[in-house]
T-cell receptor, first 114, second 110 residues
Framework: NAGVTQTPKFRVLKTGQSMTLLCAQD?????MYWYRQDPGMGLRLIHY???????AKGEVPDGYNVSRLKKQNFLLGLESAAPSQTSVYFC?????????????FGPGTRLLVL | GQQVMQIPQYQHVQEGEDFTTYCNSS?????IQWYKQRPGGHPVFLIQ?????EVKKQKRLTFQFGEAKKNSSLHITATQTTDVGTYFC??????????FGKGTRLSVIA
């Protein structure tokens, strides 16, 4: 099992460009999450999904969109990147409540917006 | 909204000294989790506490959940260089997503 994988590992964008970050998990988890991590700020939830075809906003959703067309994939989109979106992005997944709530994190995507 | 505060932000210790990080929530939690992130790595789950007053141990690590289920602590006895990293607590209130504290970065001086 690969667990949670993220693509790409690193990306440099210019202000105004768009991109999609891909998260894939092979653990058949229902729940998936996108976080951003900035120095001194911990992990902040951007969007999450409790199942295929569903998404919900987290703490810092502005400037991002997500889609969960397949259970194993969770995509994070930046339509018009801004320097404030320079960050490390982590994806995570877990099983539903009542069956172990461990979140498994991917290795992260480092994004630099110039 | 729910807030989870974690102190201290940084801690530098000599190898062999003990280390403690504290976590406080603005609301009563249904459970609390602890994660460790090594430098350059991703967060890795350590443990989950669910019951009021619960204490769990993992070798040199001791985790506590407060009686009121609003605070928690992680204590490491006799730190080693392998303990270096950032320790995060994360709490859940009801059916809401986990809220992470800002973490405590531990440095161990050999």
């Amino acid at each position: 099992n690969a667990g949670v994988t993220q693509t790409p590992k690193f990306r440099v964008l210019k202000t105004g460009q768009s991109m999609t970050l891909l998260c894939a998990q092979d653990m058949n988890h229902e729940y998936m999450y996108w976080y951003r991590q900035d120095p001194g700020m911990g992990l902040r939830l951007i969007h999450y999904s409790v199942g295929e075809g569903t998404t919900a906003k987290g703490e810092v959703p502005d400037g991002y969109n997500v889609s969960r067309l397949k259970k194993q994939n969770f995509l994070l989109g930046l339509e018009s990147a801004a320097p404030s979106q320079t960050s490390v992005y982590f994806c995570a997944s877990r099983r539903p409540s009542g069956s172990g709530e461990t979140q498994y994190f991917g290795p992260g995507t480092r994004l630099l917006v110039l | 909204g729910q807030q989870v505060m974690q102190i201290p932000q940084y801690q530098h210790v000599q190898e062999g000294e003990d280390f403690t990080t504290y976590c406080n929530s603005s609301t009563t939690l249904s459970n609390i989790q602890w994660y460790k992130q090594r430098p350059g790595g991703h967060p890795v789950f350590l443990i989950q506490l669910v019951k009021s007053g619960e204490v769990k141990k993992q070798k040199r690590l001791t985790f506590q959940f407060g009686e009121a289920k609003k605070n928690s602590s992680l204590h490491i006895t006799a730190t080693q260089t392998t303990d270096v990293g950032t320790y995060f607590c994360a709490g859940r209130a009801g059916n809401t997503p986990l809220v992470f504290g800002k973490g405590t970065r531990l440095s161990v001086i050999a």
